[in-house]
């Protein structure tokens, strides 16, 4: 018991873009506008930043390639990205992170995000044997990582190499972790938002966010506009995944 009230509470890492038209969700145009992708960028960014607000933690870092806006709530510290391919900017995400505590780290794609998902599996009481944490995605990806005890030279071999944005990008993540002798916790498959149909189906797992709420604009206006229901932007219902 003394060592469960003792445990540090982990630091909460969230790597992402500024949203700004055109570079970011840029997989959504078409159908969508450059502005457009960038506004649902903007709301799944705040959508994952309140979730996290409500996860017990000692520090919340942004871990952002751009300039923060009127988005960002308060309590969280920006440090910049280095600059290289998305498996060297993760790797270096945890080198912000502070010895002694769990750390881990989400993206800006999974807006539909639960806190308990997160708060669950990090409370004190559930971290013994633990050595890190996954969150598989729907694609083959992954949507969280969580190192018990967080360092860069372990990021690095974790993650520095790994395939990015392909179907085995996970499979091989966690062929690393088994490679470092670590025992992993999987936390719940989520959807990142990659494309028109992941925008709806996230929508529609989340009705009460600011993704669902930007989603359903865009979604009204492109009916206006004469958009088909098959363009992803209108019409949840018609969404296959």
Do not use: N
């Amino acid at each position: 018991m003394r060592a469960v009230l003792a445990a540090p509470p982990p630091t909460l890492l969230v790597i992402a873009k500024s949203p700004v038209p055109g570079r970011v969700k840029t997989r959504l145009t078409p159908p969508y506008r450059p502005e457009q992708a960038a506004a649902l960028a903007e709301a799944a960014l705040a959508d994952t930043l309140r979730t996290l607000d409500t996860v017990p933690a000692g520090r919340r870092l942004l871990v952002l390639d751009g300039e923060p806006g009127s988005w960002l709530p308060p309590g969280w510290q920006v440090v910049p990205q280095v600059p290289g391919p998305l498996d060297e900017r993760l790797a270096a995400a945890f080198a912000h992170a502070p010895a002694g505590a769990p750390a881990l780290l989400v993206g800006m794609d999974t807006p539909q995000l639960r806190a308990g998902t997160l708060a669950a599996p990090l409370a004190p009481g559930a971290r013994a044997g633990a050595d890190a944490w996954f969150g598989p995605a729907a694609d083959g990806g992954f949507w969280a990582l969580g190192l018990a005890r967080p360092c860069a030279q372990l990021a690095g071999r974790l993650l520095r190499g790994v395939p990015m944005s392909t179907g085995r990008t996970g499979a091989a993540l966690l062929e690393r972790l088994a490679a470092e002798g670590l025992t992993v916790r999987r936390l719940p498959e989520l959807t990142d938002v990659d494309t028109a149909a992941d925008a709806a189906l996230v929508a529609a797992l989340a009705p009460d966010g600011d993704f669902a709420a930007c989603w359903r604009e865009l979604a009204a206006a492109s009916e206006g506009s004469g958009f088909s229901e098959g363009s992803g932007i209108s019409g949840a219902s018609g969404v296959a995944r």
